[in-house]
């Protein structure tokens, strides 16, 4: 039961960001940057596993994670700059997360 209440709130976090993008597209980037779904998932992982040693690992994990897929965003920004289409912004920014799981692993284990 609880994985279906985790995709059902997640399904509608997505959702209405995408309509917000259409519409109020600053708001819908403010939205999406909030840790909204860290704010989900923290208490439930922790209700599921009782473990408060895993759930403090688990938001180290996370602190370390976000600067680093952030720069997911970096090719959108430079794409103005350099005239790249959507497409090959956004392969740019899938191929990042490849190194930047390898720089997450590394930096989890170094702190």
Same mark, same amino acid.
């Given at each position: 039961?609880?994985?279906?209440?985790?995709?059902?709130?997640?399904?509608?976090?997505?959702?209405? $960001?995408?309509?917000?993008?259409?519409?109020? *597209?600053?708001?819908?980037? =403010? &939205?999406?940057?909030?840790? #909204? %779904?860290?704010?989900?998932?923290?208490?439930?992982?922790?209700?599921?596993?009782?473990?408060?040693?895993?759930?403090?690992?688990? $938001?180290?994990?996370?602190?370390?994670?976000? *600067?680093?897929?952030?720069? =997911? &965003?970096?090719?959108?920004? #430079? %794409?103005?700059?350099?005239?790249?289409?959507?497409?090959?912004?956004?392969?740019?920014?899938?191929?990042?997360?490849?190194?930047?799981?390898?720089?997450?692993?590394?930096?989890?284990?170094?702190?």
């Amino acid at each position: 039961m609880a994985v279906v209440v985790n995709v059902v709130l997640s399904a509608l976090v997505i959702g209405v $960001a995408a309509w917000l993008s259409g519409r109020f *597209p600053r708001a819908a980037g =403010f &939205l999406v940057a909030l840790p #909204l %779904a860290t704010m989900l998932v923290l208490p439930m992982a922790h209700l599921q596993h009782q473990d408060a040693e895993k759930t403090v690992e688990f $938001a180290k994990s996370i602190l370390i994670a976000v *600067p680093v897929v952030m720069l =997911f &965003l970096l090719p959108f920004i #430079l %794409a103005v700059r350099f005239g790249w289409p959507f497409w090959l912004s956004y392969v740019l920014a899938c191929l990042w997360l490849i190194p930047a799981f390898f720089l997450h692993r590394y930096l989890v284990r170094l702190l």
